[in-house]
Each structure stands twice: as structure tokens, then as C-alpha cells.
């Protein structure tokens, strides 16, 4: 029951350098999505994927890129890390916008 | 736009209840609350749909007003393992149904 996994789970980058995030799914969802969370500020939605081959901006996508070439997989790049990137990301998964949605374990990335 | 939550923080002792709101300044289709541990993922607790009814197990439920774009998440006679950060989520109808996004969290404390 793997369920949700995001890697790498630690990294830390210098300023202008570029990493990609992947997440994993194997509960078949439809839905996917990357949120950042950052203290006192929630969790805010970066970008989702209402299925395969789709994505779409959210709150906060200025400085991300995202990618679902596979169901299962919904990637987060980042092409030149600024220190106002350095958060908490979180990718999450649902079979549809009204059922629950399941949360990976994060992964902390700090920019220096 | 993220919904409010009120209050932001709330200490309690043992066995006391508390009420967390979330409000909106669009139309809500459906209202999501989770819990969040420090140092972990949110978890689901529940969802409620417009013109659907209050929700709840155990001790939590939740209602959800849609004339007035609230929900309140209701925790009667707390326990210890109730502490953690509460969360909203809301989803709006129209083009904006498809995405979930995020209060900033009431972080709430259950001491003995």
C-alpha cells in the first residue's frame, strides 16, 4: 500500500539551479496535484492534473513546470531555484474532486 | 482565492469542544477538512457536497452552509491525539470546480 510517494523527500539547491520532483500514485486517480506550504501561509495549490496528458495553473505556478505524461505520475519542475522556492511540497492524488484526497509524505526543499 | 479560517489557533484542555470555521467569497460546491500532525502529511477527516447533509464520525462532524459559503468543523469533548493543524478546503463551481484550495490552517491544542 504504497499509495502516494514523492522523491526526493530532502534536497537542497543552489540559487538557479534546476531539479524535478516525482510523485507517484498507484491508486489509479484521475486527479493530481502540487501544493507548497510554508508557514502561516496553508497549503497553496502550485499546479494540477485532472488526468493524463492534462495540467493546469493554480495559485502560485510562476516558477514551476509540471508534467502527467503517465497517469500514475505527475512531475514538478523547478528551472531556476530562487530562495523564495525553499517549502515544504506536497503532491496529492483523488479519484475525483469530491472524494478524498491523499497526501504524500513532502518533500523539504531549501534553496541557498 | 483561499477561504478564511477562524480562529487561527485555539488551546483547550481534555474533554472540552471547539468549533473551527471556514468561510468563502465564491459559490462552494464542496467543502474538504483535514488534520495535519507536525512534521507529517494532512489526513482526510471529511467532505461535504452542496445540498448535502451535516457529516460526521466519532466525535467530528462538520456542517456546510451554502448560502453563506461556510463550513464549520465541530470537535466535541477533545482528546490528546486531536491536537494538530485543521484545515478547509473549498471548491468552487463553474470552470474553478475542478481545483481545491486551502484555508491557512487553526492550529489547535489539546493539553491534559
Known amino acids: 500500500n504504497a499509495g502516494v510517494t514523492q522523491t526526493p523527500k530532502f534536497r537542497v539547491l543552489k540559487t538557479g539551479q534546476s531539479m524535478t520532483l516525482l510523485c507517484a500514485q498507484d491508486m489509479n486517480h484521475e486527479y493530481m496535484y502540487w501544493y507548497r506550504q510554508d508557514p502561516g501561509m496553508g497549503l497553496r495549490l502550485i499546479h494540477y492534473?485532472?488526468?493524463?496528458?492534462?495540467?493546469a495553473k493554480g495559485e502560485v505556478p510562476d516558477g514551476y513546470n509540471v508534467s502527467r505524461l503517465k497517469k500514475q505520475n505527475f512531475l514538478l519542475g523547478l528551472e531556476s531555484a530562487a530562495p523564495s522556492q525553499t517549502s515544504v511540497y506536497f503532491c496529492?492524488?483523488?479519484?475525483?474532486?469530491?472524494?478524498?484526497?491523499?497526501f504524500g509524505e513532502g518533500s523539504w526543499l531549501t534553496v541557498v | 482565492q483561499q477561504p478564511v479560517q477562524s480562529p487561527q489557533a485555539v488551546i483547550l484542555r481534555e474533554g472540552e469542544d471547539a468549533v473551527i470555521n471556514c468561510s468563502s467569497s465564491k459559490a462552494l460546491y464542496s467543502v474538504h477538512w483535514y488534520r495535519q500532525k507536525h512534521g507529517e502529511a494532512p489526513v482526510f477527516l471529511m467532505i461535504?457536497?452542496?445540498?448535502?447533509e451535516q457529516k460526521g464520525h466519532d466525535k467530528i462532524s462538520a456542517s456546510f452552509n451554502e448560502k453563506k459559503q461556510q463550513s464549520s468543523l465541530y470537535l466535541t469533548a477533545s482528546q490528546l491525539s486531536y491536537s494538530g493543524t485543521y484545515f478547509c478546503?473549498?471548491?468552487?463551481?463553474?470552470?474553478?470546480?475542478?481545483?481545491?484550495?486551502f484555508g491557512k490552517g487553526t492550529l489547535l491544542t489539546v493539553n491534559p
Open positions: 478546503g473549498t471548491a468552487g463551481g463553474g470552470g474553478s470546480n475542478y481545483k481545491l484550495t
Open positions: 492534473s485532472v488526468g493524463e496528458g492534462t495540467t
Open positions: 461535504l457536497l452542496k445540498g448535502g
Open positions: 496529492a492524488s483523488s479519484y475525483e474532486l469530491t472524494t478524498a484526497i491523499y
